[in-house]
């Protein structure tokens, strides 16, 4: 279970750095985002760089949470970001500009989604593919 809010707050410094991405071109940048995404993805968003910035240094501010959110569809948006991550950043590193430029608008758009009105189109795929596997194996 994680809070919200931390979610929130990763989404917003992910915004940041995937508009300072587009608006450069730079492929670096993009990769250490990657990885970023990739610690999220493999180890949980609970020890993301980003949500442990927010836990050790906003939190303590804030006070605990109303709620807590299950951990797993975010860890999915993640996942679907790591893998954006990864095209743009070949797509830039290798000269494909069109095809980093691409994967990143997704992923910002992604991120700008859940940063401004809460809303997690990663999350929303995990509930979608979750309901069509459990749709599948019933049938």
Not at 41 to 66: E, H, K, M, N, Q
Not at 69 to 96: I, K, N, S, T
Request: aromatic share 12%; charged share 10%.
């Amino acid at each position: 279970m994680v809070d919200p809010r931390g979610l929130r707050f990763t989404a917003a410094v992910t915004t940041v750095v995937l508009a300072i991405v587009l608006a450069t071109g730079s492929g670096w940048l993009l990769l250490g985002q990657t990885v970023v995404f990739a610690v999220a993805a493999v180890a949980g968003v609970r020890y993301a760089p980003y949500g442990l910035v927010f836990r050790s240094l906003i939190r303590p501010w804030l006070g605990p949470p109303a709620t807590m959110e299950d951990a797993a569809p975010p860890r999915f948006a993640q996942v679907v970001g790591l893998l954006c991550g990864a095209v743009g950043a070949a797509g830039y590193l290798c000269g494909a500009w069109v095809v980093g430029c691409v994967a990143v608008a997704l992923a910002f758009v992604a991120a700008f989604l859940n940063a401004a009105f809460e809303f997690c189109l990663g999350c929303q795929l995990y509930l979608f593919f979750r309901s069509t596997t459990a749709k599948g194996v019933s049938s």
